[in-house]
């Protein structure tokens, strides 16, 4: 398998879109005036305790307070029997040290721990655990058992001092001592410069900031398998380049700076595919299609057949059907960002046999995720049920908001119900005053109506108040808005 990212750059926003085989997989993209916070560390205050929901909001200088639960103060590993509530561990105006683990999403602030770890490109340093692992995604048992020789080989040849303990990241795998030993020596050096900051800095303020999204790509999503990162900014190509020298030096060679007049993003067609993913609707090559329904407590993903007819039989369709639906599936979670609980309706298969491969293959498909993601089975109504990590807002919640017109609902009255709403209405101001004349405005669908269709109505209204009804058409009117002005 192929992959290139492309970065493209302004100075308004970064955007980077992750290809494999020449197919859009991920969009990740950074307003700056809504960088994302997850990683940075902050020195914040606690602004309100909440026993009842055993947590606390502190102020980390953010327009909304942000919030961490009890299990996020206490040390990792606390047995149930020695753990404290939360007005033990924090009382309001208590100057905290915390991380930010999820970004503000909707109307939810941050969320916050006290369990610190800053990433480099093969480790991550968590300062006040003890704790050495290796991520599970190596499987390998003597590629882990080497690694954490390695990494013990390191510390003890480190010069600073060490209090706390490494995970060896999935980018590891097959490096060498001397890799390890500068990302060490790089990270210990890091915590020297946050841990004056936390003793120097006033509260709110940040510690710690996370480096710049382009950055962070070539950090995190650098494998074999990426053949090139393309980035449409001279200056940050710079920045790239010495970036990669002094820590992933192997990648260098792979970094290019793009000069094409053709925007990067149209290479494989990469804004096309991000105008789909705001879409509902997503089409499969055999015919059928997805209908992808974000809420605020789940996502479901219905599967159809649609237009696919299949060759020999209905459960050979149905089949084939589900099975592209499953890689396509794998994809949109990845390219959406979508988080939390997932729900997924195949359609209905008989065979058993056909259930199980249709779940290696979604199963499958999700190894290349990069965000944890966990699939529990197919429950006892015949849904898929998995859970993807949210630790960032999703492409539609970054590029899009709620419709002023239908409130996010995604439908609107019909003309003929906005009609019947107008009638009511005028009876009641009938009731409540003694005007000559009613005035209508509202939208030109509605006027339209009221004039052809529900003339009749209309005229029997007259008739029953005993006055005139006028219509004026607003242009600038929603089908739902409408005003009734009493003459």
Same mark, same amino acid.
């Given at each position: 398998?192929?992959?290139?990212?492309?970065?493209?750059?302004?100075?308004?926003?970064?955007?980077?879109?992750?290809?494999?085989?020449?197919?859009?997989?991920?969009?990740?993209?950074?307003?700056?005036?809504?960088?994302?916070?997850?990683?940075?560390?902050?020195? $914040?205050?606690?602004?309100?305790?909440?026993?009842?929901?055993?947590?606390?909001?502190?102020?980390?200088?953010?327009?909304?307070?942000?919030?961490?639960?009890?299990?996020?103060?206490?040390?990792?590993?606390?047995?149930?029997?020695? *753990?404290?509530?939360?007005?033990?561990?924090?009382?309001?105006?208590?100057?905290?040290?915390?991380?930010?683990?999820?970004?503000?999403?909707?109307?939810?602030?941050?969320?916050?721990?006290?369990?610190? #770890?800053?990433?480099?490109?093969?480790?991550?340093?968590?300062?006040?655990?003890?704790?050495? $692992?290796?991520?599970?995604?190596?499987?390998?048992?003597?590629?882990?058992?080497?690694?954490?020789?390695?990494?013990?080989? /390191?510390?003890?040849?480190?010069?600073? !001092?060490?209090?706390?303990?490494?995970?060896?990241?999935?980018?590891?795998?097959?490096?060498?001592?001397?890799?390890?030993? #500068?990302?060490?020596?790089?990270? %210990?050096?890091?915590?020297?410069?946050?841990?004056?900051?936390?003793?120097?800095?006033?509260?709110?303020?940040?510690?710690? @900031?996370?480096?710049?999204?382009?950055?962070?790509?070539?950090?995190?999503?650098?494998?074999?398998?990426?053949?090139?990162?393309?980035? @449409?900014?001279?200056?940050?190509?710079?920045? %790239?380049?010495?970036?990669?020298?002094?820590?992933?030096?192997?990648?260098?060679?792979?970094? !290019?700076?793009?000069?094409?007049?053709?925007?990067?993003? @149209?290479?494989?067609?990469?804004?096309?595919?991000?105008?789909?993913?705001? $879409?509902?609707?997503?089409?499969?090559?055999?015919?059928?299609? %997805?209908?992808?329904?974000?809420?605020?407590?789940?996502?479901?993903?219905?599967?159809?057949?649609?237009?696919?007819?299949?060759?020999?039989?209905?459960?050979?369709?149905?089949?084939?059907?589900?099975? !592209?639906?499953?890689?396509?599936?794998?994809?949109?979670?990845?390219?959406?960002?979508?988080?939390?609980?997932?729900?997924?309706?195949?359609?209905?298969?008989?065979?058993?046999?056909?259930?199980?491969?249709?779940?290696?293959?979604?199963?499958?498909?999700?190894?290349? @995720?990069?965000?944890?993601?966990?699939?529990?089975?197919?429950?006892?109504?015949?849904?898929?049920?998995?859970?993807?990590?949210?630790?960032?807002?999703?492409?539609? *919640?970054?590029? /899009?908001? #709620? /419709?002023?017109?239908?409130?996010?609902? $995604?439908?609107?009255?019909?003309?003929?119900?906005? /009609?019947?709403?107008?009638?009511?209405?005028?009876?009641?101001?009938?009731?409540?005053?003694?005007?000559?004349?009613?005035?209508?405005?509202?939208?030109?669908?509605?006027?339209?109506?009221?004039?052809?269709?529900?003339?009749?109505?209309?005229?029997?209204?007259?008739?029953?108040?005993?006055?005139?009804?006028?219509?004026?058409?607003?242009?600038?009117?929603?089908?739902?808005?409408?005003?009734?002005?009493?003459?």
């Amino acid at each position: 398998m192929s992959g290139e990212v492309l970065i493209n750059l302004t100075p308004m926003e970064t955007r980077v879109a992750v290809v494999e085989n020449g197919v859009l997989q991920e969009a990740l993209i950074e307003r700056t005036r809504r960088r994302g916070i997850v990683g940075n560390i902050y020195k $914040g205050r606690v602004v309100r305790v909440l026993p009842g929901m055993q947590a606390a909001f502190v102020d980390i200088g953010l327009d909304r307070a942000a919030f961490i639960h009890a299990h996020e103060v206490m040390p990792p590993g606390t047995p149930p029997e020695e *753990q404290a509530t939360i007005g033990q561990l924090l009382h309001e105006g208590q100057a905290l040290v915390v991380q930010v683990t999820k970004d503000p999403i909707g109307s939810k602030g941050a969320r916050l721990t006290t369990h610190l #770890s800053v990433p480099s490109r093969y480790l991550v340093y968590m300062p006040d655990s003890p704790h050495h $692992g290796v991520s599970q995604r190596i499987e390998d048992e003597r590629e882990r058992e080497r690694l954490r020789e390695l990494l013990e080989l /390191c510390q003890q040849e480190q010069e600073i !001092e060490i209090t706390g303990g490494f995970i060896v990241r999935t980018a590891a795998e097959n490096v060498g001592k001397e890799e390890l030993f #500068s990302d060490m020596h790089f990270l %210990l050096r890091l915590w020297r410069k946050v841990s004056e900051r936390k003793v120097t800095a006033p509260a709110p303020s940040v510690i710690y @900031d996370d480096l710049p999204l382009f950055i962070r790509t070539l950090r995190d999503l650098m494998r074999d398998e990426i053949e090139k990162v393309r980035i @449409d900014s001279r200056e940050n190509y710079l920045k %790239l380049l010495e970036f990669a020298e002094e820590f992933m030096p192997d990648s260098t060679a792979r970094i !290019e700076y793009y000069p094409g007049e053709r925007p990067i993003f @149209d290479l494989y067609s990469v804004e096309d595919e991000i105008q789909k993913a705001l $879409g509902r609707k997503v089409q499969l090559k055999s015919g059928g299609y %997805l209908v992808i329904d974000p809420t605020e407590a789940m996502t479901t993903i219905d599967v159809n057949t649609g237009g696919y007819v299949g060759h020999r039989n209905l459960e050979e369709t149905i089949f084939k059907t589900n099975l !592209e639906a499953a890689n396509a599936i794998a994809r949109q979670l990845r390219l959406r960002n979508l988080g939390g609980i997932i729900i997924i309706d195949f359609i209905d298969m008989e065979d058993p046999e056909h259930q199980r491969q249709v779940l290696r293959v979604l199963e499958k498909a999700l190894e290349r @995720d990069h965000a944890k993601t966990k699939c529990t089975g197919v429950t006892e109504l015949g849904l898929v049920q998995l859970t993807r990590k949210r630790t960032r807002e999703s492409l539609e *919640q970054t590029l /899009c908001e #709620s /419709c002023p017109t239908c409130g996010g609902r $995604g439908t609107l009255k019909t003309a003929e119900t906005v /009609c019947y709403e107008i009638f009511r209405e005028i009876l009641r101001e009938e009731r409540a005053y003694n005007a000559e004349t009613y005035m209508v405005l509202a939208s030109q669908p509605v006027v339209d109506r009221l004039l052809d269709e529900e003339s009749a109505a209309v005229a029997d209204l007259e008739a029953f108040i005993g006055k005139t009804i006028r219509f004026q058409v607003e242009a600038h009117y929603s089908q739902e808005q409408y005003d009734i002005v009493l003459m």
